[in-house]
């Protein structure tokens, strides 16, 4: 399987952005698509993931009623819509495949997309 995630760039406080992440290769064996931001000089750390057999959707507490998770199976691709962006809410965006366990561990992920950048100005 492999990812791309797409879809960043500069914004000001308050707007907003749609990433994508696009899924190739053996996407049947896709069971959850999660994404992950790494702000400078912090940990990774989890934003929201998707099942993708019943589009069960999981925020972290941060970006709840903020940003919304999807996906298009017709297209093998995965959304966040970003609301109501916050300077801190700036870092690189990666999407990544979940085997399994906690959605909000990065173990439980092993393929990565590379990452795209969001900037939020203030």
């Known amino acids: 399987v492999q990812l791309q995630a797409s879809g960043g760039g500069l914004v000001q406080a308050g707007g907003s952005l749609r990433l994508s992440c696009a899924a190739s290769?053996?996407?049947?064996?896709?069971?959850?698509v999660g994404w992950f931001r790494q702000a400078p000089g912090k940990e990774r750390e989890f934003v929201a993931a998707i099942t993708w057999s019943d589009e069960r959707t999981y925020y972290a507490d941060s970006v709840k009623g903020r940003f919304t998770i999807s996906r298009d199976n017709a297209k093998n691709t995965v959304y966040l819509q970003m609301n109501s962006l916050k300077p801190e809410d700036t870092g690189v965006y990666y999407c990544?495949?979940?085997?399994?366990?906690?959605?909000?561990?990065?173990?439980?992920?092993?393929?990565w997309g590379q990452g795209t950048q969001v900037t939020v100005s203030s």
């Open positions: 290769g053996r996407t049947s064996s896709i069971y959850s």
């Open positions: 990544a495949r979940r085997v399994g366990g906690d959605y909000r561990v990065d173990s439980n992920y092993d393929y």
